[in-house]
Structures are given as structure tokens and as C-alpha cells.
């Protein structure tokens, strides 16, 4: 297998036996990006220099014997709203066009103590608002297996990047469905752990409760991987749990005696596409093949999710980004006539149109008022979709469900309806209202070509019961050893 199209497990096994180097297998997938990413755009920055240098560090160290990182010299995507010293970190906003954060966030460092090679920064929604990449600044990327459609977002660089086998692994974060359904949009593997597994310190703030750093792979044990790395404790995130990191990347092999798999009658409603749902179904058989058991449980207020969300996110939005005033860092408009009018003009350059959307939305239902009437409500039902998994999880141990109603969208498809788009987050979103780890893993194709993801959502803490879970699934298909043809025709 050429190096860009194999996984990060066998990469590691590759260079451990000094078959290639980490300079090897940088330079292999520096050359797709050049090849390719003119057309997909899954990055915003890459220094090539920058990335063999780390990786021939890595070899020099790995030749005089010294004892390496979990990652040592696996490239890794950074989506690029993870702060990383001295490299710009941009948010794919023109408020942050030229920012250069003078230090690294917790799981960047981490990924540095892991001995990884990080490889660019990813194309995102500006402040991760979107589910297609569309919002970006710099522009849109695609779907390296459709370039017409949306590779989902708001993680959609670094979903496209380990698609297009610009990258093994690449990190994403999640707020509502942002790692995991742009994964299952691309047909990798997306994962977004327990709420406070990995600290966010460094990590550009869109919605504080609900967002969640995670990883992307092309397979289970690759997301395992990554999510060891990244995890563990840090007193700067004071929502950061303090408790043992297991050993994902290992105990992912053992297969779950036993398993019952909760599937909840409000995942199946209308709009959901036939072709996701067959695919949920076949799945549904390869697991009772397994021996696991298929119970059906009730989520009551799963349908309130997309209003809970849409009020809470924004109202959070509003707060975190009213530090963009043009003062203290961030763009600040030419021509103003007084404070006001520059803190105004500032904004207004420097924001995009879902941003300010966000902005409005939030403002409003956090106005006294409204606050009782949307906020405060909107936390009350966030606790009753909480209890509703913790009684779901009494009797069964994973929930299975789509990732998205449908696959890929086209790009533009939803230009004119903002709503629409909103409505594609209906199934990721509850797992972050309640904190839950969920992970998104290819399903099968669409016959139009397109990948279809499943989700597995489990309680909290429990990311190795859900690496197991979906690691058995994988065992028996093939879905995620496939590789769009766009990334074939480089290799
Ligand atoms: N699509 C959702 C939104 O637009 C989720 C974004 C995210 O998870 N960052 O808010």
C-alpha cells in the first residue's frame, strides 16, 4: 500500500521497523496536498519546510535510539482554530486573518510531546459556525469524492484532508456535530470525546459548554490514537476532568461480549434519506451478526435538540466573541469617526454573514426579556435531554444512529435557507447538549457515490467502550478501507 493510502497504525509499524522514515512519509503526503488541494482546499496553511524539519528530528532521534511518542513523526492536520505559537490562527475569519497566537493550546502541546509532525492548518466554517466549510474566509472546500458537494463542516478541512490522504490523522472540534459529520460526510472516521476529556485551553472559543476538541483517521484505531495524545488533564480548563487516560489505541482490539445497542424511534423520522437509513439498518445486522443485542429505547425530547441548540450556541457565541473590538488584537476597520463607530466598523468588516447571524440570534435570546422566555428555557429541556440518555443508558450500553439525515449536500445547496442547513445537525447535536462522546464511522456509499456515516453514542467517559464498539463494526466491512478517486489518481 503506498504511504498516503495506508493507516496511522501501520505507518507507526512501518517506521518502528525503519522500512521508511517520518521525512518518508511527510514528503508522501506533502506531495498529494501540492498535487491536489488546489481543487479540494482542505488547507489554509502549510509550511513544508516546517513539517520535514519536525519529521527529520524525529528521525534523527528515533536513529540514536531514543525512546519516541505515541504519534512519532505521524502527520497530523490542525484545524485552524487550535492555537499553535508562532504559526497563524485565523479561524477562516478576517477578524483573525493576520493572528499569531504567541502560545500553544493544551492539545497541541500535547501532540508535540507525542512526537507528531504537524502538517498545516486546516479550512473550517469561520469560527467553526457551519456545517460545509462554506463560511470559510478563504473559501469553500470540497468533497474529495464529489468536488461539487460540501464535505460538511465545520471541521470540513480536516474531515477532506484524511479523505483526500492528505493527512493520516487530523484534528477537528466539535460544538454540534462539527467532527462528526463532516467525517461522515467524507467517509472517515470522526470522533468527539466526553465533554472536558481533552482541555480546550487554546482552543478558540465558540460555544464554551458544548465545544470539544477530537480526531479523524481512517480508521478506529487511528481516531484511538489521536484521542490518547490529546487526552488528559489541565488545570487551565477548569471544565477539564481530572481522571486516568486509558489506553485507547490498544484496548480498541478487544471486541465487546454481550454489547446492546440502543436504537431510538426519534432518529428515524421523516427526511431521513432511504439510503441512510438502509445502511443503518444493514449495520444493525452486522452487529446482531455479532452477537449484540438490539433494543429499542425512547429519547422524548430528541426533537427539541435544534431549537435547544440554536439558542444556547449563539447565545454563547454573542458573549465569547464580543472580545473582537478592533482594541486588543483582530482586525480594526481603516476609517471610523469614534469609538463606537470603530468598535462598529471593525465588527462589521471583520465578521462574516453566519457569524453576525450567530451574533444577532444570541444577542436576542439573551436580552432582558428573552432571557427567561429562550435561555433559560432552553438550558431546563438541555437537562431534560440529559436525563433522557441517562435512563436510555440504564439498560443498554451504545446508542446507534445516523450521522446526518442525508449525504453530502451540493455546495450552495443551502444558500438561501440557513434553516435547512441547521436541520442537518439533527442527530449530532444532543450528544453535546448532554456532554456525551459519540463517534462517526463510514456506513457505506450513497448510489450517487457518496459516503454515508453511522453514529454510536455512549455515556460519558465511556470512549473505550465506543472505540470497541465501532472497531468491531469496522472489523467486518470494508466501507473505510475505500479512497476517493480524486486521491488514487496521485498515488
Ligand atoms: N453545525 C453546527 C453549527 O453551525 C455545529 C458547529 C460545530 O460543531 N462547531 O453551529
Given at each position: 500500500m503506498s504511504i498516503a493510502g495506508a493507516t496511522a497504525g501501520e505507518l507507526l509499524a512501518r517506521m518502528e521497523r525503519g522500512d521508511i522514515t517520518s521525512a518518508d512519509v511527510t514528503a508522501a503526503y506533502l506531495d498529494v496536498i501540492d498535487s491536489h488541494d488546489g481543487e479540494v482546499r482542505a488547507f489554509v496553511q502549510v509550511d513544508r519546510e516546517s513539517a520535514l524539519s519536525q519529521a527529520r528530528e524525529v528521525d534523527r532521534r528515533r536513529g540514536a535510539g531514543e525512546h519516541l511518542g505515541l504519534l512519532a513523526g505521524l502527520p497530523v492536520a490542525i484545524k485552524d482554530i487550535l492555537c499553535t505559537e508562532g504559526t497563524r490562527t485565523t479561524c477562516c475569519s478576517r477578524m483573525l486573518e493576520n493572528f499569531v497566537p504567541p502560545y500553544d493550546a493544551h492539545?497541541?502541546?500535547?501532540?508535540?510531546?507525542?512526537d507528531a509532525v504537524l502538517i498545516g492548518k486546516t479550512n473550517m466554517d469561520e469560527f467553526a459556525m457551519g456545517s460545509s466549510t462554506e463560511h470559510s474566509y478563504f473559501g469553500?472546500?470540497?468533497?474529495?469524492?464529489?468536488?461539487?458537494c460540501a464535505p460538511g463542516g465545520s471541521s470540513g478541512g480536516s474531515a477532506a484532508a484524511v479523505a483526500a490522504q492528505m493527512s493520516p490523522l487530523a484534528v477537528g472540534t466539535d460544538t454540534g456535530g462539527s467532527i462528526r459529520q463532516p467525517a461522515g460526510f467524507c467517509g472517515v472516521v470522526g470522533m468527539k470525546p466526553t465533554y472536558g476529556r481533552i482541555s480546550r485551553y487554546g482552543l478558540v472559543a465558540f460555544a464554551s459548554s458544548l465545544d470539544q476538541i477530537g480526531p479523524f483517521a481512517n480508521d478506529v484505531h487511528g481516531a484511538a490514537l489521536l484521542l490518547e495524545a490529546m487526552s488528559g488533564y489541565d488545570q487551565r480548563d477548569s471544565t477539564c476532568i481530572d481522571t486516568p487516560v486509558p489506553r485507547y489505541s490498544k484496548t480498541v482490539e478487544e471486541p465487546l461480549e454481550g454489547l446492546k445497542i440502543g436504537v431510538a424511534?426519534?432518529?428515524?423520522?421523516d427526511g431521513l434519506d432511504p439510503e441512510v437509513e438502509a445502511a443503518i439498518n444493514a449495520a444493525l445486522d452486522v452487529y446482531e451478526s455479532l452477537g449484540a443485542e438490539i433494543r429499542e429505547i425512547n429519547l422524548p425530547?430528541?426533537?427539541?435538540a435544534v431549537s435547544v441548540y440554536y439558542l444556547i450556541a449563539p447565545s454563547e457565541a454573542s458573549s465569547n466573541l464580543a472580545r473582537y473590538d478592533g482594541v486588543h488584537y483582530g482586525h480594526r476597520a481603516e476609517s471610523f469617526e469614534n469609538l463606537v463607530d470603530?468598535?462598529?466598523?471593525?465588527?462589521?468588516e471583520g465578521f462574516g454573514d453566519e457569524v453576525k447571524r450567530r451574533i444577532m440570534l444570541g444577542t436576542y435570546a439573551l436580552s432582558a426579556g428573552y432571557y427567561d422566555a429562550y435561555y433559560l428555557k432552553a438550558l431546563k429541556v438541555r437537562r431534560l435531554i440529559r436525563q433522557d440518555f441517562d435512563?436510555?443508558?440504564?439498560?443498554?450500553?451504545?446508542?446507534?444512529?445516523?450521522?446526518?439525515?442525508?449525504?453530502a449536500f451540493r455546495i450552495g445547496e443551502h444558500d438561501d435557507d440557513p434553516l435547512g442547513m441547521y436541520l442537518a445537525d439533527i442527530y449530532t447535536l444532543s450528544a453535546n447538549l448532554a456532554g456525551l462522546p459519540g463517534i462517526s464511522i463510514p456506513a457505506g456509499f450513497s448510489s450517487a457515490g457518496l459516503p454515508i456515516g453511522l453514529q454510536l453514542m455512549a455515556p460519558p467517559l465511556e470512549e473505550e467502550r465506543l472505540l470497541r464498539a465501532a472497531r468491531m463494526f469496522e472489523r467486518?466491512?470494508?466501507?473505510?478501507?475505500?479512497?476517493p478517486a480524486l486521491a488514487d489518481r496521485s498515488s
Open positions: 492539545a497541541i502541546t500535547l501532540l508535540k510531546n507525542a469553500a472546500t470540497r468533497n474529495p469524492w464529489d468536488l461539487e424511534a426519534e432518529h428515524f423520522v425530547h430528541a426533537p427539541y470603530m468598535f462598529s466598523a471593525s465588527r462589521g435512563k436510555a443508558f440504564a439498560d443498554i450500553d451504545v446508542i446507534l444512529s445516523p450521522v446526518s439525515p442525508t449525504p467486518e466491512t470494508e466501507w473505510h478501507t475505500k479512497r
